[in-house]
């Protein structure tokens, strides 16, 4: 089974049925096609792209974020962890005035029947 060439598939997203003939120029790595309108259009068939290993991304990414040429400040990160940190103290906070709240209200008994009771859920 035979892959089409990348050029193919630009040409006919380009062009579509106004395509007479597709031919592969091998020497060039380009696909040409003949319109109907006479003219061509060529597409290559391979991307010129450097792909970069994660731990090489990561250290550019960190490297931008240093100089703060990231898209993301850092005053912006500073003010977004500052803001999440907040949430969890507050989320904390209320979680823990209502575990007190239930043990006041019920004792150990009710806290130990919520905690076999959600024990039975999966994660």
């Known amino acids: 089974m035979s892959t089409i060439p990348l050029g193919e598939d630009i040409l006919l997203a380009r062009h579509g049925a106004d395509i007479v003939k597709l031919r592969q120029d091998r020497r060039n790595r380009?696909?040409?096609a003949l319109l109907k309108s006479g003219g061509t259009d060529t597409a290559s068939n391979h991307i010129d792209t450097q792909v970069?290993?994660?731990a090489a991304s990561m250290g550019r990414g960190v490297q931008a974020y240093l100089n703060n040429e990231a898209s993301v400040s850092r005053t912006e990160i500073r003010s977004l962890a500052k803001l999440s940190l907040g949430f969890s103290a507050v989320t904390?906070?209320?979680f823990g005035g209502l575990l007190l709240i239930a043990y006041r209200v019920g004792g150990s008994e009710l806290i130990e029947n919520l905690s076999a009771a959600y024990s039975q859920y999966p994660l």
């Open 30 to 32: 380009q696909t040409i």
């Open 52 to 54: 970069l290993s994660p």
């Open 92 to 94: 904390g906070l209320v």
